[in-house]
């Protein structure tokens, strides 16, 4: 029992490592960027979500391996897993693009809605 809980303990902060990893490479790697190295701003985030990419890739093979169980990597299940990811990074680009606070509005009208 008491070997139990430090176990479960990692199991969860590797799972949560592993899920946050991804945004925090594109946000901070892709401000690193522009901030410490003068890229400009579209070559950052340009690169850090290519970075992104391969590191969802990975997730996605790692899950579909233990779901499915080990198999060969054919040029066709690459595809489909990339598109898989390139639909999970469209989804969080797209609701972080669409996605008004109002704490970021300036106007009152816009601040309202």
């Known amino acids: 029992m008491k070997k139990a809980i430090p176990r479960t303990l ?5 799972r949560l490592i592993m899920l946050v ?22 070559a950052a985030i340009a690169v850090m979500l290519v970075a992104d990419f391969v590191i969802l890739l990975v997730y996605v093979a790692m ?6 169980g080990p ?27 669409f996605n008004l606070s109002g704490a970021n509005a300036k106007g009152e009208e816009v601040k309202k809605e």
């Open 21 to 42: 990893l991804p945004f925090f490479i594109l946000i901070k790697g892709s401000t690193w960027l522009y901030d410490s190295h003068d890229w400009p701003w579209l």
């Open 10 to 14: 990692s199991f969860l902060f590797q």
């Open 63 to 68: 899950l579909w391996d233990w779901i499915a």
């Open 71 to 97: 198999g060969k990597m054919s040029r066709r299940s690459i595809k489909f897993k990339s598109l898989v990811v390139i639909g999970l990074m469209g989804l969080f680009v797209g609701y972080t693009l």
